[in-house]
C-alpha cells in the first residue's frame, strides 16, 4: 500500500513538531490525533463553531477548515499553550472567576479567540467584543458571562496582572 | 429573600474542575486515545422512508484496512412490548435497537443502516461509499396532523392506537391519545363572560450542544465491555448497551468522559451498542464520533407540534375554564413528552376547569428525545401566547393578571395532585417591582413581552461517598456528571455540614463500578439530590468521627457536639477537635473514615419562571433584535449563584433561538435541507444583549439547604415572552415558530407567502 | 381514609367516579380495595405485580418511587398520573 503522506513541520505553542500526514487530514485532525493535543474541540468540523479555534501565523482560524500540510513551517498556538509555566493566563481566569464557562465544551476556542482579540485591542467594549467572538458558538451560556469574563480580562491585563 | 446565611452555600468558588477546562486538559468523550484503536462510521439512510431491500456489504468488508462491517441483522433480536430492565422503567428494547440501527425499514433520513470499522476514519469513510444498499421508497409523512389522517403512511406495522389507557387494536401513526382532566370544562366555558382560542405550530428543535456524541468501547476477550462516553447518565447507557446486545449488566462498565452539553439530547445510547458489536469483531476498541449533521439528523431532537388552545375569562379577569388540544410529532418511534407538556401549561394558574386532549404521533423524523423541560415550553407558549391576548382584551396589567389567577402552595394541578411549597406569587412580585417591567420601551418598532413557565424537576436516586483524607481535606465520589458545575454544588454542600471550605472537599465523578446507582444528570435533580447525597455522606462523616473523638475523650459518642466545624465534648467544652485536627487523628482511633448515602429524596421543589423581552423588528428586513432580556425565577436557595444565573441565561437564549429562528427545514424529499450550524441558526454572541436574571428564593423544605432544581424551567417562557413582544412591536399576531423574517414580513403584508 | 383520585382514562373502570375513599396502609392494598370496590382497576394500573412502567403514583403530592410499598397515611391524597422522566426521555 503506498503513502501520500506529506511531510510537515510546524512550530506549535513554541515547540517543533515534525509529523507525516495525509493531504486529507485536517490540522484539527493533525493536533488532535496526530500530535495528541486534544484542549482544541470539535463542534462541526466545517468551520461554523469556532470550537476548533486556533492562532495561525498571527490570526485566528477554525482549526477544521485548515490542512494539516498547510501549515509546514508556520506558527500555530493552542489553548495548550495560553497558560504559562507561571499559571493561567488572566482571560483563562477571569473564565473562572465570572464562571464563564458550564460545559466547557467552547471554552478553549473562546480563550484563543478572546486573546486574540485583546493582544490586538486591548480594550474592547461589549459591542466589539460581541462581534469579535461570534464565530464561536456556546449553547450553555448564553454568552452573557463570557463577555464579562473578557471585559474583566482586559482590566486585568491593563492593571498588569 | 433567603431567610439563612450560610457558610459555604450562596458563595462562588471556582469550580474544581475550571482548571482542566480552561486548560484544554479536561477529557471530553472525543478525547479518547488507545494504542490499538479503529475508528467507526455509520451508514445513513438517504430516504425518510424506505423499505430496506438488501445491503451488500462485500465490498466495504474487503476494503484495505475495514476490520469489520455491521447491520441491524448483527443486533440481537429482543422481546416485543415492555421490558422490565430493573434501575429504569420498561422500555421498547426493540424499538430502541431498532432506532440505534434500522432492520427492515429506513424510517426517516439519517436512521443508521450499516457501520464500518477501519483503521482510520478515512478509510471507515470511504469503505461506507462501498456498501450496496437496495431501497424501495415509500411514501413519506413529516406533518403532526397530515399523519394523524386517514390514509397517511404506516410508519410502524405494528403501531395501534392507545386512547385512554386501552388498545384500540386501530392501525395508525396515532401512538397514544391521553386526555387530562379537572373539574368540568363544558360548566366553565359557559360561566366565562369572554372565551379565546387559537391555534399554535411549532417545528422541531435541537438542543444544540456543541460537543456531537462520542465513544470509544472495547469489548475485551473476556467478554467484559468497557465504554468511555460522554453521557448524561452513564448507568443508563449501562442498562440500555447491556439491553440492546443482549448481555449480563454486570459486563458493562461505562466510564464517564467530560461532558459538552445535553440538555436531554444526550441520555438516549446512539453509538454504544454498534461501537461495541464492531469491537467485538476487530479485537480492538473502536471509537465513533457523530459529525454535526448526524447530530441533527440522527439524534433526537424535540417534537414539532400543532396545538389549540382556548381560556375563558369573567370581565374581572379570573379563569374559569382552559382547553387544550396537543399533538406532538414524536418522530419514528412514539414517546414524545406531550403528557409533561399537557401537565405543565396551565399550571402556573389555578384553574378549577381543564381539559386536554393529548396526542403523541409518529412522523418520518428521528426519534425525540429530551430537551430542557421536554414538552413545556412548547405547552407554555400556547397557553401565554394565548394569555397575552387576553390580557389586551380586557386592558389588564399582565402581572396583575397572573398574580390574580396565581397557581399557589395546594392548587391542584390538572392531575389533580395540589401543588407543594413553591414561590411563583414572591416571583410576579419580583417582576411586578423590577426595573425592566417599569421601564419605558425606548424607541419605534420595539414591543415588549412577558410570559411564565413551570417545571416539576425530578428527585430520583443518587449515590455519594466522602473519604476523610489525614490533612483534613475529603475526597468526594458521585456518578453525576459535571455538565454545569455540579461538582462544586455538591461539593459545596458537604463542605457545609464538615464546616470545611469548598475546596477542602475534592470531587470526583466515578465509573458504574465504583459508586452506587445514580440517575442522569438531567431533570434539574443534580444539585438537589446528589446535594442531598453528599449532605447526607458528610452526615455519616460526622456520626463516625464523634466516635472518634470520644474514644480519644474516653466518654460516649453522646458526649460529643459538632458544630462549625469543631467537635466538642458537650461535658467539657474546654475539650475540643477542629475537623482537621480529628482527621489527623483516625489512624490511630481505628483506621480510615468514609461516610455513604444513597438516597431517593422525597419533597422535590417544582419552579416557576418569569421572562421579559423588549424587542425591536425591522419592518423593511423582518429581523428582531433582543434589546433587553430578564428572566427571574424562583430557585428555592441558590447554591451557587453563578452557575444558576448560568442556568437561566442558558435557557433563555435557548428559548430566543428556538422562538425566533430555529427549525427543522425539509424539502419535499423529507430531507432536512438546514442540517449543518451554518442554516440550522443558533443564537451568537452578536445576537444578544447581556442576559439579566433575578433569582428570587423561596427556600424548598423538602432540602436541607432549601435548593429547588433550576435547569429547565429557563426554556419553558421565552417562547412566549419573545412572540408576546415580536406581536407587541408589529400589532398583528404570529402563532408559529419560529418568527423568521420571511414569517414576520409576510404577516406585515410585505411579502407574500 | 385515603382519597384516590381517578385519572379521566380509568373513570370508565369505576363506573365514571373521578375520587374514591378507602382504607389502606400501603399504595398496593389500596390498589387491590380499588378492584375489589371496581373490579378491573388493578388491571388498569398494574402489569405482572407491578405499577405500570406508563403510570406514576403520587402520595400526597410526591412522586413514590417504591410504587405498591409506598406507605398511605389516614387522609392521604393518592393521584396516578403519566410517568414523566424530566430531562430524561428515554
Keep these: 500500500m503506498t503513502t501520500n503522506k506529506l511531510q510537515v513541520s510546524v512550530n506549535v505553542n513554541g515547540e517543533q513538531q515534525d509529523f507525516l500526514c495525509e493531504p486529507r487530514q485536517t490540522l484539527h485532525e493533525v493536533l488532535r490525533d496526530v500530535i495528541g493535543m486534544t484542549g482544541t474541540k470539535e463542534g462541526c468540523a466545517d468551520g461554523n463553531c469556532g470550537a476548533c479555534t486556533v492562532k495561525l501565523d498571527g490570526r485566528i482560524v477554525d482549526s477544521c477548515l485548515v490542512l494539516g500540510p498547510e501549515v509546514n513551517g508556520s506558527t500555530v498556538e493552542t489553548i495548550e499553550g495560553v497558560a504559562s509555566p507561571d499559571g493561567l493566563h488572566a482571560i483563562q481566569e477571569a473564565f473562572l472567576e465570572e464562571a464563564a464557562l458550564q460545559c466547557g465544551i467552547c471554552t478553549p476556542g473562546f480563550i484563543v479567540a478572546a486573546k486574540a482579540l485583546l493582544e490586538n485591542e486591548p480594550e474592547p467594549d461589549e459591542a466589539r467584543i460581541r462581534h469579535w467572538l461570534a464565530g464561536n458558538l456556546c449553547r450553555c451560556t448564553g454568552y452573557d458571562k463570557i463577555i464579562r469574563a473578557v471585559l474583566s480580562a482586559s482590566q486585568k491585563l491593563k492593571e498588569g496582572k | 429573600m433567603a431567610t439563612t446565611d450560610y457558610r459555604v452555600i450562596g458563595t462562588r468558588p471556582i469550580r474544581h474542575d475550571g482548571t482542566d477546562k480552561v486548560t484544554g486538559r479536561a477529557k471530553y468523550g472525543g478525547d479518547t486515545a488507545a494504542s490499538d484503536l479503529l475508528y467507526a462510521k455509520i451508514l445513513r439512510s438517504p430516504h425518510a422512508h424506505a423499505k430496506i431491500l438488501s445491503i451488500d456489504t462485500s465490498k466495504a468488508a474487503a476494503h484495505p484496512g475495514v476490520r469489520g462491517v455491521i447491520t441491524g441483522k448483527d443486533l440481537p433480536e429482543l422481546g416485543a412490548g415492555t421490558i422490565e430492565v430493573g434501575e429504569t422503567p420498561s422500555v421498547n428494547a426493540m424499538q430502541m435497537s431498532t432506532n440505534v440501527m434500522a432492520r427492515d425499514k429506513a424510517l426517516y433520513k439519517g436512521h443508521a443502516i450499516a457501520a464500518v470499522v477501519a483503521t482510520s476514519v478515512h478509510i471507515a469513510e470511504e469503505a461506507l461509499a462501498e456498501i450496496e444498499v437496495q431501497y424501495e421508497v415509500l411514501p413519506h409523512v413529516m406533518d403532526v396532523r397530515e399523519s394523524m389522517a386517514d390514509g397517511a403512511p404506516t410508519i410502524l406495522e405494528q403501531q395501534t392506537t392507545t386512547s385512554l389507557g386501552k388498545d384500540t387494536g386501530k392501525k395508525s401513526n396515532i401512538a397514544t391519545h391521553t386526555v387530562f382532566e379537572i373539574g368540568d370544562t363544558s360548566k366553565g366555558f359557559a360561566d366565562a363572560d369572554l372565551v379565546f382560542e387559537r391555534e399554535f405550530t411549532t417545528s422541531p428543535t435541537h438542543q444544540g450542544y456543541i460537543e456531537p456524541q462520542s465513544a470509544m468501547v472495547l469489548w475485551n476477550t473476556d467478554d467484559d465491555i468497557t465504554i468511555w462516553t460522554s453521557n448524561q447518565g452513564p448507568f443508563g447507557v449501562r442498562t440500555n448497551t447491556a439491553l440492546l446486545l443482549d448481555v449480563p449488566l454486570s459486563s458493562v462498565k461505562v466510564i464517564p468522559m467530560e461532558i459538552g452539553g445535553g440538555f436531554g439530547g444526550k441520555i438516549p445510547v446512539y453509538l454504544e451498542p454498534l461501537a461495541a458489536l464492531l469491537s467485538k469483531q476487530s479485537g480492538h476498541p473502536v471509537k465513533m464520533t457523530l459529525t454535526r449533521t448526524e447530530v441533527l439528523e440522527a439524534t433526537g431532537p424535540t417534537p414539532g407540534s400543532y396545538m389549540k388552545a382556548k381560556i375563558g375569562v369573567k370581565n374581572d379577569g379570573t379563569i374559569v375554564a382552559g382547553e387544550a388540544y396537543l399533538a406532538f410529532a414524536a418522530g419514528a418511534f412514539p414517546g414524545s413528552a406531550v403528557g409533561a407538556g399537557a401537565m405543565c401549561m396551565f399550571t402556573p394558574y389555578e384553574i378549577e376547569n381543564i381539559h386536554i386532549d393529548a396526542y403523541d404521533v409518529l412522523v418520518n423524523k428521528p426519534k425525540v428525545s429530551a430537551y430542557r423541560a421536554p414538552g ?378 | 381514609m385515603a382519597t384516590v383520585y381517578i385519572p379521566p382514562t380509568m373513570r370508565d373502570t369505576a363506573d365514571g367516579n373521578d375520587k374514591v375513599v378507602l382504607q389502606a396502609g400501603t399504595v398496593g392494598q389500596l390498589i387491590t380495595e380499588l378492584d375489589r370496590v371496581y373490579p378491573g382497576m388493578a388491571d388498569r394500573i398494574c402489569q405482572d405485580g407491578r405499577i405500570r412502567s406508563e403510570i406514576a403514583v403520587a402520595v400526597d403530592g410526591e412522586i413514590t418511587d417504591i410504587g405498591m410499598l409506598a406507605t398511605v397515611q389516614e387522609s392521604s391524597e393518592v393521584h396516578f398520573l403519566p410517568a414523566i422522566e424530566g430531562g430524561s426521555g428515554l
Design chain 2, 376 to 753: 413545556a415550553p412548547q405547552g407554555a407558549y400556547a397557553v401565554e401566547s394565548l394569555i397575552d391576548e387576553i390580557c389586551a382584551s380586557l386592558n389588564m396589567d399582565p402581572v396583575e393578571f397572573r398574580m390574580k389567577n396565581a397557581a399557589k402552595q395546594g392548587t391542584r394541578q390538572v392531575t389533580g395532585v395540589p401543588l407543594g411549597n413553591v414561590g411563583n406569587v414572591e416571583m410576579l412580585e419580583a417582576v411586578k417591582n423590577s426595573d425592566h417591567y417599569n421601564a419605558p420601551l425606548g424607541g419605534p418598532n420595539r414591543g415588549r413581552g412577558v410570559a411564565s413557565g413551570f417545571w416539576f424537576n425530578a428527585g430520583m436516586q443518587s449515590s455519594a461517598t466522602l473519604q476523610v483524607n489525614p490533612d483534613g481535606t475529603v475526597g468526594q465520589v458521585t456518578g453525576s456528571v459535571d455538565i454545569g458545575g455540579t461538582r462544586a454544588a455538591t461539593a459545596m454542600q458537604a463542605a457545609e455540614v464538615l464546616g470545611l471550605d469548598a475546596h477542602d472537599v475534592k470531587p470526583v465523578v466515578a465509573d458504574t463500578n465504583s459508586i452506587g446507582y445514580t440517575a442522569v444528570t438531567g431533570g434539574s435533580r443534580t444539585a438537589f439530590a446528589t446535594g442531598w447525597a453528599t449532605y447526607e455522606a458528610a452526615n455519616d462523616i460526622v456520626r463516625q468521627m464523634k466516635e472518634r473523638a470520644a474514644k480519644l475523650w474516653e466518654t460516649d459518642a453522646s458526649d460529643v457536639e459538632f458544630d462549625e466545624g469543631k467537635f466538642t465534648r458537650a461535658s467539657n467544652p474546654e475539650q475540643e477537635f477542629t475537623f482537621k485536627a480529628l482527621a489527623g487523628r483516625l489512624m490511630e482511633t481505628g483506621g480510615p473514615v468514609v461516610g455513604k448515602a444513597e438516597v431517593t429524596p422525597p419533597g422535590v421543589g417544582a419552579g416557576f419562571g418569569h421572562h421579559i423581552v423588549d424587542v425591536e423588528v425591522d419592518p423593511e428586513t423582518g429581523k428582531t433584535d433582543v434589546v433587553r432580556y430578564t428572566a427571574f425565577q424562583d430557585v428555592g436557595k441558590a447554591i451557587h449563584p453563578s452557575y444558576v444565573e448560568g442556568q437561566i441565561q442558558g435557557g433563555a437564549v435557548q428559548g430566543i433561538g428556538w422562538a425566533l429562528n430555529e427549525e427543522y427545514y425539509y424539502n419535499d424529499s423529507g430531507v432536512m435541507a438546514n442540517s449543518s450550524f451554518l442554516d440550522y441558526r443558533m443564537p451568537t454572541s452578536l445576537d444578544l444583549p447581556m442576559i439579566d436574571t433575578v433569582l428570587v428564593e423561596v427556600p424548598n423544605p423538602g432540602h436541607p439547604y432549601g435548593a429547588r432544581g433550576v435547569g429547565e424551567v429557563p426554556l419553558v417562557p421565552g417562547l412566549a415572552a419573545i412572540s408576546n413582544a415580536v406581536n407587541n412591536a408589529i400589532g398583528t399576531r404570529l402563532s408559529q415558530l419560529p418568527m423568521k423574517p420571511g414569517n414576520i414580513l409576510e404577516a406585515l403584508g410585505e411579502i407574500e407567502g
